[in-house]
């Protein structure tokens, strides 16, 4: 039987501690369909680790014990139990996993899982661990295939032809993912999301308002800002909205875009952006804010309407599309592309702002959301050029790869944890996951304020490749309060369980992962504070924010 299914019982034995691992807390919680996705491809892993572990011994320890085979019924026998063990520590580790799950949702306020609804983790993770298994089985029949062929026609050595046919695999594999696959895949997509670009929601109608992108004032046509862009100069509160709602007299908000297609090139499109904002007269408003978008073109309404709010629609809020892709496929495939964009973006607006006469100039804010955050800070060569080009900065989400943020939380103050940061007393830079924080520690907070918004259980601040081999500090020091306090490091494991947290980071309830809703308001009220500013203002706004973004959620 055993021979038939050519089980590895190493393998098997290692499988099973992979998938045990997997499934222990993460920093996001997962229903069982997405677990047991993770853990069949973690346990797969395994498997194979497994098989050159008892590969190794056999070929380089055991010749050298001339210990005889046992019997068979032994043999038979201790496999038996080793599957019996596997299959029962699983059920085992799933019971427990069930537990940890309803721990972690409850610290979100989310709604836990059931044990028996968990435990159906355990038969996708079989299959998709089989499935891994055998797409590998098939590789190495392909190897051993090129390894007869090689001895056959080339006349290599038989001894030799197994390795010259597994480096061939090797380096056919590695030549066509780096190369005509990566490229074929990342081109796919480029062109999938274009087509998406094209889309239009039903909720956003070209806007009427000269203030507005797209419009038909404007020099950015409305077909050419792409979806996102359309989305973003259509949304937001008019003047006649933004009075109603407060109770003041408001200015019309300005909201300029330039999209990919707006211009011939990334120049000539910040500059199509610079002229809108002066067609608008945004250089005459109160506050003038520059966003870097996220991979599509993605600008958070929710911030952008905080300010409009703020301020009475006394501001200017301009972005530009750097891609068609989603931020996790930008990362991956051309991460200078939002360094060059934001940088780009911020010079030629920051050109014309310093052209004016200081008192005849808006006040100027940078702004970044996740992938968006680490373009922003691209336009600054580090914090003392970043304190003379603006009154202010902020940055929610920031990836760990972040070059200036990474000086910051490197450089903390000591006794200050990794997942809140204190840098030199917050006299300029202060980290916040709630809205507690930016008010800590409780010194002077000089102008110009640097905010970043990151909370403990957000995986796309924390996810490094330094997973891999290193346990983090945010693990081994105190932890945030929606951290699960069962989370440990292991090798690797670590690495591959947050990276698959990504996915997930804005599934969960606000104030934790990737989601941090009104903080924003929290935020901008602490770096650009209005003249007269109120906790009573603070939570009308709120308030509104959160209309804003039932009704967004219900018509997108």
Not at 101 to 113: K, P, W, Y
Not at 427 to 436: C, S, T
Not at 490 to 496: D, L, Q
Request: aromatic share 10%; charged share 15%; proline share 6%.
């Amino acid at each position: 039987m055993w021979r038939v299914i050519d089980l590895n019982f190493v393998g098997l034995v290692v499988a099973g501690l992979f998938f045990a691992w997997s499934v222990t807390p993460s920093l996001l919680p997962r229903d069982w369909m997405f677990q047991g996705l993770i853990s069949g491809i973690n346990a797969a892993m395994g498997y194979g680790f497994g098989c050159v572990l008892q590969w190794l011994f056999r070929s380089l320890v055991l010749p050298k014990l001339r210990i005889s085979d046992p019997p068979q019924w032994v043999s038979n026998s201790v496999r038996l139990a080793v599957v019996v063990t596997v299959v029962a520590g699983s059920a085992y580790m799933l019971i427990q996993a069930a537990h940890w799950q309803r721990e972690l949702t409850a610290l979100m306020g989310m709604e836990g899982t059931t044990t028996p609804a968990y435990l159906r983790t355990g038969a996708l993770s079989f299959a998709v661990a089989a499935a891994v298994v055998a797409a590998f089985r098939t590789v190495r029949e392909m190897v051993r295939w090129t390894a007869k062929a090689l001895n056959r026609w080339v006349r290599i050595p038989r001894a030799l032809a197994p390795t010259a046919g597994f480096v061939i695999m090797v380096f056919l594999t590695v030549t066509l993912v780096n190369g005509v696959l990566s490229t074929a895949l990342f081109a796919v997509a480029n062109s999938a999301f274009s087509v998406r670009n094209d889309l239009t929601s039903p909720a956003a109608v070209q806007p009427d308002l000269p203030e507005r992108s797209g419009s038909p004032a404007s020099l950015a046509k409305w077909e050419t800002l792409g979806s996102e862009g359309r989305w973003f100069v259509s949304q937001g509160l008019d003047a006649a909205q933004l009075g109603l709602l407060t109770g003041r007299v408001a200015q019309e908000p300005i909201r300029v875009y330039a999209g990919l297609e707006s211009a011939q090139n990334p120049e000539a499109q910040a500059e199509l952006a610079v002229a809108e904002l002066e067609r608008t007269g945004a250089f005459d408003r109160a506050v003038l804010v520059v966003v870097t978008t996220t991979g599509t073109g993605w600008v958070n309404t929710n911030s952008a309407s905080a300010i409009e709010l703020m301020y009475g629609g006394n501001s200017a809020i301009v972005a530009t599309q750097y891609s068609y892709l989603p931020s996790v496929l930008s990362f991956l495939a051309d991460r200078t592309k939002v360094a060059d964009a934001g940088k780009l973006l911020f010079d030629k607006v920051h050109e014309h702002w310093a052209a004016r006469p200081e008192g005849q100039r808006p006040k100027l804010y940078v702004y970044g959301e996740s992938l968006g955050s680490q373009g922003s800070e691209a336009a600054f060569d580090g914090i003392a050029d970043l304190r003379t080009k603006v009154d202010g900065a902020l940055w929610v989400g920031p990836p760990n790869s972040n070059r200036i943020w990474e000086q910051f939380v490197s450089r903390r103050d000591p006794g200050s944890p990794e997942a809140e940061p204190v840098y030199a007393d917050g006299l300029v830079v202060r980290f916040a996951g709630d809205a507690g924080d930016l008010s800590h520690p409780a010194g002077p907070w000089l102008a110009p304020r640097v905010a970043y918004l990151q909370h403990a259980s957000d995986p796309i601040v924390w996810w490094s490749p330094d997973l891999l081999f290193e346990r983090p500090d945010w693990l081994s020091e105190d932890r945030g309060s929606d951290v699960s306090p069962d989370m440990t490091w292991r090798p690797f494991v670590t690495f591959w369980q947050v990276a698959a947290d990504l996915t997930n980071a804005q599934g969960v309830s606000d104030g934790h992962g990737h989601n941090y809703g009104t903080l924003v308001l929290d935020a901008w009220a602490a770096v650009a504070t209005p003249p007269d500013w109120s906790a009573q203002r603070m939570e009308q706004i709120r308030a509104i924010l959160v209309m804003l973004a039932d009704r967004e959620q219900d018509v997108k």
